[in-house]
């Protein structure tokens, strides 16, 4: 996982995409973890895992 700070996540967007597409990126400020950011194809991975897992507690909780 890639680091960066605000200000260079700011001034240097095109270098934050680049890193981003291969991994995530957390962003930095003032010392403390803001933000993750992350290629299109990742978010929807973890949607897709999310509403799987959603579906599953949905199926288990009608079985009770």
């Known amino acids: 996982m890639q ?7 700011k001034y240097g967007f095109g270098r934050l995409i680049v890193f981003a597409r291969s991994e995530f990126v957390v962003v ?4 403390r973890l803001v933000v993750v950011v992350m290629a299109v194809e990742d978010s929807e991975r973890l949607k897709a ?7 599953k507690a949905l199926r288990s909780g009608e079985k009770k």
């Open 3 to 9: 680091s960066m700070s605000a200000e260079d996540a």
């Open 28 to 31: 930095e400020k003032h010392g």
């Open 49 to 55: 895992i999310e509403s799987e897992q959603s579906a």
